[in-house]
């Protein structure tokens, strides 16, 4: 047996590793701190350029999409390439938008296609309003985010259908290791029951669903079963700039008198954080 000596070592030996663990666990701030902080350094973005991969399944209306571009919020403009494959389609739709507070522009990506004007007014999408907004649909739930320092590589092009990816680990495994990586706050949701309605309200009201149903949003939400709803952003440690933001919602809606499931993937890469863009020379390439 350990003499009282020996034992108050051993308990002192102890102690100093405990305390040594919880000074490691605390060297980084809460993750609420982060994502906060996360949200503030996203609301003074100026400008940034993009790439979003979607995935949206609804029957019938069910298409793959690639947007690559670049925004700037204020004054607000933008220009994008989007490539988008729908239903039933042998080749996808390539076109060219282009976007200021007076004007909204689309040309097909084709020789001799000039540009069209639609109606500025019926143009929404939050990514190009401030993806600070989109960020701000998950702070009610910041108690139940799980957080981890990892790495990942800078931005480099995906293609097209590539929301879907393994972890850093099998990425490793099957890719050559990039030279350069950042260090990032991994921070991670999921819900699924029906304390996240608010959520699946706000993506409805995001994908127009009930104006282009001639539905009441009320009507539609008490239909509502939630399967799935997964976030996950990707924070620069040093600076508090978001790489990577992954949504994934997934739910049962009647919509058009019938139930319809909606299935949605999105993957956004930003880069370039508040680089000057020259919007000209882009739109006329």
């Not at 979607?54 to 994008?80: C, E, I, M, N, W």
């Not at 039933?88 to 040309?107: A, F």
Request: aromatic share 10%.
């Amino acid at each position: 047996m350990l003499g009282e000596d020996a034992m108050k070592r051993l308990t002192l030996s102890i102690a100093a590793g405990l305390s040594f663990l919880l000074v490691g666990c605390s060297e980084h701030p809460p993750t609420e701190e982060i994502y906060e902080q996360a949200i503030s350094q996203t609301e003074q973005l100026e400008t940034v350029q993009f790439q979003r991969n979607q995935t949206l399944r609804a029957q019938q209306d069910s298409f793959r999409g690639q947007l690559l571009g670049g925004v700037q919020y204020d004054p607000q403009r933008f220009y994008g390439e989007l490539e988008m494959e729908l239903l039933n389609l042998n080749e996808s739709l390539k076109m060219k938008m282009y976007l200021d507070e007076e004007n909204w522009q689309v040309r097909q990506d084709q020789e001799d296609t000039e540009w069209e004007d639609y109606n500025r007014e019926e143009f929404e999408d939050a990514l190009l309003e401030h993806p600070s907004l989109l960020l701000e649909w998950f702070t009610p739930y910041q108690d139940q985010f799980l957080m981890k320092e990892t790495t990942i590589a800078p931005f480099q092009l995906e293609e097209e259908g590539a929301e879907e990816e393994g972890t850093d680990e099998e990425n490793e495994s099957t890719e050559e290791i990039e030279e350069e990586r950042i260090d990032v706050y991994e921070i991670s949701f999921r819900g699924s029951d029906e304390q996240y309605k608010p959520l699946v309200e706000q993506h409805i009201q995001q994908m127009n669903v009930a104006n282009n149903a001639n539905a009441e949003i009320e009507e539609i939400m008490d239909t509502v079963e939630i399967e799935r709803i997964d976030m996950t952003v990707f924070v620069d440690a040093e600076t508090y700039d978001v790489h990577r933001l992954q949504t994934r919602f997934r739910y049962l809606a009647y919509i058009q008198g019938e139930y319809r499931v909606i299935d949605e993937s999105v993957l956004l890469r930003f880069h370039e954080h508040n680089q000057e863009i020259d919007f000209e020379t882009l739109k006329t390439n």
